[in-house]
């Protein structure tokens, strides 16, 4: 799919001259709990880390006994729900903040996949048209329409293929997960791109 004879260039991975699919997403950070699941995820992990670290001395010292495990755990309940009420409230004002939404441009190639988030104030239609004026830049000005259309990013991730080694896909949240041993990325296409997206990355990803 190089989308390039689409009146809607850039929703749908585009090939560009350079020879990297490109396109964009919007995520609604309302309806598309994702980015949630992942904080909260992020969450319940330090609370459990921090507990553990904690308690370590206590659980070995063989002088654990029902009480004290009661209270271990009811403090780990309480600090628990603490944290994640905390992470609901931090990221509906975040939400609230961008606007309700997401903008992202992903870039692919043979070696790699990279995720960018682009300002609140970016319009997608901004961005499909630059993908659309990297279809026809002439061939000397490539690089430079290529770094401009990159210039504006607030973050990038970047995953190399032969890193990775779990990909999964989540079609409910038109998400694909691509999973680097300490490293997450996070990609997202049009419903009927992603069984192309997914499978061009599990194709080049041999250790997953």
């Known amino acids: 799919m190089n989308g390039q004879n689409d009146a809607q260039v850039g929703i749908h991975p585009t090939l560009c001259p350079d020879g990297k699919y490109r396109w964009t997403y919007v995520v609604n950070l309302y309806t598309n709990m994702s980015i949630l699941s992942d904080l909260l995820k992020v969450v319940v ?4 880390f921090v507990f553990i670290v904690c308690n370590i001395g206590i659980i070995f010292d063989g002088h654990m006994d029902w009480v004290t495990l009661y209270d271990i755990l009811f403090g780990f309940f309480w600090i628990t729900l603490g944290c994640l009420l905390l992470g609901l409230v931090s990221y509906w004002i975040w939400a609230g903040m961008s606007g309700g939404r997401y ?6 190639d043979e070696h790699s996949v ?11 239609v901004m961005l499909m048209s630059e993908i659309g004026m990297l279809l026809g830049a002439a061939t000397g ?13 607030v973050h990038a991730w970047k995953t190399e293929f032969k ?23 996070r990609i997202y296409a049009e419903p009927e791109d992603l069984d192309f997206v997914a499978d061009y990355i599990m194709q080049r990803c041999r250790k997953s």
């Open 45 to 48: 992990g330090c609370v459990v």
């Open 103 to 108: 903008a992202a441009l992903f870039t692919m």
């Open 114 to 124: 990279m995720h960018e988030r682009m300002p609140k104030d970016v319009k997608r």
């Open 141 to 153: 000005n490539l690089a430079l329409t290529s770094n401009s259309l990159l210039a504006g990013s």
């Open 163 to 185: 890193d990775v080694r779990k990909v999964k896909v989540v079609r409910r949240r038109r998400l694909i997960k691509v999973n680097e041993l300490l490293t997450k990325n």
